[in-house]
């Protein structure tokens, strides 16, 4: 009976899974992506939903089943696989456990006296070697990494690097997720005089390949060497050899550790000056931009966030934020362990499954400071059930940044309103801004101040750049969120195309300069040339007005997208879907959406195409689906495609991204108007026109041409006899002599 009963309950569970994926998929993407779902169908490359949307149906399934689907469920990418794992998924308990872990005030260490990363780590491990720096959240439960402990695996790694004849200032790329190995391994290559360059782990090992071959110009730019990474990058890593043609077989954190341990040569002298860390900005598959940043940037940077945020003895942090993305990377865990500071830090794949986890875990720890972008507090507002947070007190949060993508005052009033009843206060909401190219931060509110929100008319502010106050009550009103003041030592200006500074509210690129300021771009002195200045000032791409002394973010001067916290370029992304067989190539358009709902951006592709029919046109948006998330690691979430011309362009043939946004807003772009032989029945009307106005300019140009001939005519018959007879009539003239 039994043997019976669980095939027919997982065919049951798949079905309601089935069913689950269905409903989310027409919500999100429309009959094209309900069409692609089958029980064997990829999630991401065939349906087009990325880790945002498997976040949701997660929870989803979480209320349908009962059960508590883990953060491994977000590397399933079938219907199938999903059902198959739910009969190993634990009964959903409501609440997580919250067992408070006592924090010890930070330890004394002069910031000032630091010269390097690896200072002040050896520091703290020399002076607390017991003392617990990272509180590690591993599944249910919680690993200590004590500062004693991550210097004695960093040295170990650091001597086997050296050993392997790793040099001063040689990038050593590291793709390892969230874990101790990670924070080692990083510490490990400064320690060896290297320089750490962060790659994105992958989230699924079954496409290691495909996600190597994205690094490849990364690597190959960076002219990588060494590659420390999970033992299962190991037989796929010869796919980069074409591409990266330097980089050897990729080297494992347990066998660097084991390998250092008998090594007793020292370590070499780490420079502030030296180079520690190569932050790549843009895509991976178009032309990388690395910033350079040395050991006295990042300590720059540390030491104005921690002005910046007033930093105490008894601060705590709690992130979930990747370690390969400068905020997680330089604005939480460097800044933690540069300040002596507790961190309770989780994987991006915990919170994305469970967002609640980041909340009881800010609970557990009464942690007082955390960061994340705008999509992580929409995500906590829309996703987080009032019975999982039964009982949580958030009261200690003191500080709660929100950066790294644009800041959306809904989102923020949306979060403290739905959070008060668990102690967050609004005064706690601390709307930041930075950028790679000045190490992470640059921009702070002042603390313990409510979000300042500049109401703007939309008319002035479209037409002529001017941030004129509005009516709260105008419904077409602008909303633009103060990020605040230059942190301290560093400046930023308001200028115009020609560089001079404009007027108070009033629209312009915005430029900074101060100790955090990059190196350069790796490799890349053009790209150094055009962004920065001769008296070092550095155009940071994006757009701003300052008012009162504060400073507006109000887009981007480029056109970039930015998807989940991630830095998505469109040249890169309209390059991978013209390959698709069938759009016409250099006739695609990306760009991001604002979506209230997610707190980010979508990702919308327009592809031109010949196609007319619904199937023609589903296949190929179903081919730019798969290319795109091949391509970058993400599916867009609007793939439309249309007809030849429905692109604009300029004269010189240049796509115009702003006007295909604007027109995609408006419901203008990505329409067919009409089924196809009406298309026929234009063009063929169009072709009789122009026939017709053909014939028209051909009658009048032999018109003219008979009128020229009767003219000429006429004129010799009248005037060739009195020509001859005046010639006859002259007295005759000497003879020309040569």
């Not at 750490?196 to 699924?204: D, G, S, T, W």
């Not at 705590?316 to 939480?332: E, F, K, Q, R």
């Not at 702070?444 to 502010?461: G, H, N």
């Not at 772009?669 to 009406?678: D, E, K, N, Y």
Request: proline share 7%; hydrophobic share 45%.
């Amino acid at each position: 009976m039994t043997s019976v009963a669980a095939p027919e309950q997982a065919a049951t569970d798949e079905q309601r899974v089935l069913q689950a994926v269905r409903d989310l998929a027409l919500e999100l993407r429309g009959d094209r992506a309900v069409r692609a779902v089958t029980p064997t169908a990829s999630l991401e490359r065939d349906v087009g939903l990325g880790s945002l949307e498997r976040a949701e149906l997660l929870s989803r399934l979480e209320g349908t089943f009962g059960r508590e689907l883990g953060s491994r469920f977000l590397q399933l990418d079938t219907v199938h696989e999903i059902a198959a794992a739910l009969g190993s998924a634990p009964r959903l308990a409501g609440v997580i456990p919250a067992l408070r872990t006592p924090v010890e005030p930070a330890s004394a260490l002069r910031l000032e006296d630091v010269a390097t990363l690896v200072d002040a780590l050896q520091r703290h491990a020399t002076a607390e070697p017991a003392r617990v720096h990272v509180h590690l959240h591993v599944d249910d439960h919680v690993e200590p990494i004590t500062y004693g402990g991550l210097w004695r695996g960093a040295s170990c790694i650091a001597r086997a690097l050296v050993a392997r004849g790793v040099r001063r200032g040689e990038p050593v790329a590291i793709m390892l997720p969230t874990s101790s190995d990670y924070l080692q391994a990083f510490m490990g290559v400064l320690a060896a005089g290297g320089v750490a360059v962060p790659l994105y782990p992958p989230v699924r090992l079954d496409r290691l390949g495909e996600y190597l071959q994205r690094q490849s110009r990364i690597l190959a730019n960076a002219e990588a060497q060494l590659l420390i990474a999970m033992p299962e990058a190991e037989p796929v890593v010869r796919v980069l050899r074409a591409e990266a043609p330097t980089l050897a077989s990729p080297l494992t954190v347990p066998a660097l550790v084991a390998d250092g341990e008998p090594l007793t040569s020292e370590l070499p002298v780490v420079a502030a000056d030296a180079p520690a860390l190569i932050q790549y900005t843009s895509g991976s598959t178009g032309d990388p931009k690395g910033v350079l940043l040395s050991h006295a940037n990042l300590l720059a940077n540390i030491r104005a966030i921690s002005s910046g945020v007033d930093l105490r003895p008894t601060d705590v942090v709690v992130s979930w934020l990747p370690l390969y993305h400068d905020m997680g990377l330089i604005g939480t865990w460097l800044t933690c362990m540069v300040q002596g500071m507790p961190l309770g830090l989780m994987s991006p794949l915990a919170f994305l499954a469970r967002p609640e986890r980041w909340l009881w875990a800010m609970h557990q720890h009464r942690a007082t400071l955390a960061a994340a972008p705008n999509f992580a507090y929409e995500l906590c507002v829309r996703k987080v059930r009032d019975d999982a947070i039964e009982g949580l007190d958030l009261s200690a949060w003191r500080c709660a940044l929100n950066g790294s993508e644009p800041v959306s005052a809904a989102t923020l009033d949306r979060f403290a309103t739905r959070f008060a009843r668990c102690g967050f206060r609004r005064e706690a909401f601390m709307p930041v801004y930075g950028l790679a190219e000045s190490a992470v931060a640059l921009c702070f509110p002042p603390i313990d101040r409510a979000p300042l929100v500049d109401i703007v008319a939309r008319e002035p502010f479209a037409r002529h750049g001017r941030a004129v106050p509005a009516s709260p009550d105008d419904p077409s009103a602008l909303r633009f969120v103060s990020v605040g003041r230059a942190l301290r030592d560093h400046e930023v200006r308001v200028v115009d195309d020609a560089g001079a500074d404009v007027a108070e509210r009033t629209v312009g690129r915005l430029w900074f300069r101060g100790p955090s300021c990059m190196i350069g771009y790796y490799h890349n002195p053009d790209a150094t040339a055009r962004a920065v200045a001769s008296d070092g000032w550095i155009d940071s791409g994006d757009l701003a007005y300052a008012s009162g002394g504060e400073l507006f973010i109000t887009g981007r001067v480029k056109d970039l997208i930015i998807k989940g916290g991630r830095n998505l370029v469109p040249q890169e992304i309209e390059e991978i879907a013209g390959g698709v067989e069938g759009v016409r190539k250099g006739c695609v358009v990306a760009f991001g959406i604002a979506d209230p709902a997610s707190g980010t951006e979508q990702l919308v592709v327009i592809a031109e195409s010949h196609a007319e029919s619904v199937a023609e046109r589903e296949q190929l948006e179903r081919g730019v689906v798969e290319a795109v998330s091949v391509g970058i690691g993400l599916p867009p979430d609007v793939v439309r495609v249309v007809a030849p011309g429905t692109v604009p362009k300029t004269p010189s043939g240049k796509i115009r991204r702003s006007a295909a946004a604007q027109a995609y807003a408006e419901g203008a772009m990505g329409v067919r108007r009409g089924a196809p032989w009406t298309l026929r029945t234009r063009l063929a009307a169009h072709a009789a026109r122009n026939a017709f106005r053909g014939a028209v300019r051909a009658l009048r140009r032999f018109a003219y041409l008979a009128y020229l001939g009767v003219a000429t005519l006429v004129a010799g018959i009248v005037v060739f006899p009195v020509v001859w007879a005046l010639a006859h009539l002259l007295p005759a003239g000497q003879p020309v002599r040569a």
